[in-house]
């Protein structure tokens, strides 16, 4: 669906206001159908994977989900949460890791929210919690093919410093992206 006609049917005007919070248990399920959406085969995650992943030590996910004034229809007094809103815009894993380095595991917004800064929020936010525990760089993985994921990166002042070829289980080569804190 293209943005109009997501905005349209969500009701928003001009954007999508939303807010970051800590991932809750129930959330999993909806995050594991983000990342199967985000995700080709090989690339996206099993629902074991997903779960060790935010499970790491030194892990932290954060959810950027629409705050209720941002769901609400303008001109609609009526309730705010429609089966068809979304109930999550997308979500972050990052990892402290011993080495003072952290790591971005996954970034992943659903097509249907991208383009609105949900995330730009997400990085930005899980940054700074890496800086104030002490990290003093982020690496992350992207696949060499992942065109818009490293136009956004690059917007976000991350630098390619190696490849492993083929890193995902598809064969497709990764980068090792780097930005410093
Ligand atoms: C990469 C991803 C997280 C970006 O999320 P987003 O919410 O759309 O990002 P933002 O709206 O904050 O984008 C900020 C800027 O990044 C750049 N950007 C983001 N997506 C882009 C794309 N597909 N093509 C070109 N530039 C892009 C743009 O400069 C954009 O600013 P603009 O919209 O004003 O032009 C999202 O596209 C996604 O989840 N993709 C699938 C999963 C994935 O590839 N994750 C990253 C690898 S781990």
């Not at 943005?3 to 909806?30: C, I, M, Q, T």
């Not at 390619?160 to 930005?179: C, H, Q, S």
Request: charged content about 25%; overall charge positive.
């Amino acid at each position: 669906m293209g943005r109009p006609e997501y905005l349209k049917r969500h009701g928003y005007n001009n954007g999508v206001e939303f807010a970051l919070r800590e991932f809750r248990r129930e959330d999993f399920e909806s995050l594991w159908r983000i990342d199967q959406e985000c995700f080709a085969p090989g690339i996206a995650y099993s629902r074991l994977e997903l779960a060790a992943y935010i499970r790491l030590r030194g892990a932290f996910t954060l959810v950027a989900e629409p705050t209720a004034s941002g769901l609400k229809k303008p001109g609609n007094s009526g309730p705010r949460f429609t089966e068809n809103s979304p109930k999550l815009l997308g979500f972050i894993v990052a990892q402290v890791t011993r080495r003072g380095v952290g790591h971005i595991l996954t970034i992943d917004v659903p097509s249907a929210s991208r383009r609105f800064g949900v995330g730009s929020r997400l990085l930005a936010t899980a940054e700074e919690r890496l800086r104030v525990a002490a990290c003093h760089s982020v690496e992350l993985e992207t696949a060499v093919d992942n065109a818009g994921a490293l136009a956004f990166y690059k917007r976000h002042q991350y630098c390619v410093v190696k490849t492993i070829p083929r890193y995902y289980t598809n064969g497709v080569d990764a980068f090792v992206l780097e930005k410093e804190l």
